[in-house]
């Protein structure tokens, strides 16, 4: 596998735990008791929704320069 590969493989497993991160707290917030639980789930979405968005970021500027090095030959 090349290094693009590599990282999109990782990417994409932070990004399905991220996922489960953001699904579990996002069934805290419709099921906490009171507000000040719900207002503690809901940091904890938003938390996770820019961690996502970031580790989306990172992608993109890692593989971006990944693919515009150029390719050295196989020996």
Do not use: C, Y
Request: charged share 25%.
């Amino acid at each position: 596998m090349d290094d693009s590969t590599d990282l999109r493989l990782l990417f994409h497993r932070l990004n399905n735990q991220l996922g489960i991160i953001l699904a579990h707290a996002e069934l805290l917030e419709a099921k906490a008791p009171d507000d000040m639980n719900r207002a503690r789930a809901a940091q904890v979405v938003a938390s996770a929704l820019d961690a996502m968005g970031t580790a989306q970021e990172i992608r993109q500027l890692a593989v971006d320069s990944i693919e515009s090095q150029p390719v050295s030959p196989k020996l």
